[in-house]
């Protein structure tokens, strides 16, 4: 039981991680690394809590995949943005004067 609720406390702070804004997506992952570790480890010594832990694990590594996937597409899309207007800004400023 003890070991479970020390796994339950991986999973809350990946959660953490994860709600944080932006995300904290390097230490979401280690927590997330480190209940898969412990679950996959011992899974079959967990007792009722066994089944629980890997639905835990389950939801939290989808959650990690989902977040940071749309953290990329949120930075890629913003880098895009910021490299259109920039391009728009030099397309105006290198624009040859008529004569």
């Given at each position: 039981?003890?070991?479970?609720?020390?796994?339950?406390?991986?999973?809350?702070?990946a959660?953490?991680?994860?709600?944080?804004?932006?995300?904290?997506?390097?230490?979401?992952?280690?927590a997330?690394?480190?209940?898969?570790?412990?679950?996959?480890?011992?899974?079959?010594?967990?007792?009722?809590?066994?089944?629980?832990?890997?639905?835990?694990?389950?939801?939290?590594?989808?959650?990690?995949?989902?977040?940071?996937?749309?953290?990329?597409?949120?930075?890629?899309?913003?880098?895009?943005?910021?490299?259109?207007?920039?391009?728009?800004?030099a397309?105006?400023?290198?624009?040859?004067?008529?004569?």
């Open positions: 039981m003890v070991v479970a609720n020390h796994a339950y406390g991986l999973f809350e702070l959660a953490l991680h994860l709600s944080a804004t932006p995300p904290r997506l390097d230490e979401a992952r280690l997330v690394d480190a209940l898969g570790g412990l679950v996959d480890a011992v899974a079959d010594r967990l007792g009722d809590a066994r089944e629980s832990l890997v639905d835990a694990l389950a939801q939290i590594r989808l959650a990690y995949v989902q977040i940071a996937g749309a953290h990329q597409a949120g930075a890629h899309q913003a880098g895009a943005h910021q490299t259109g207007a920039q391009q728009a800004g397309g105006e400023v290198s624009r040859p004067e008529p004569s």
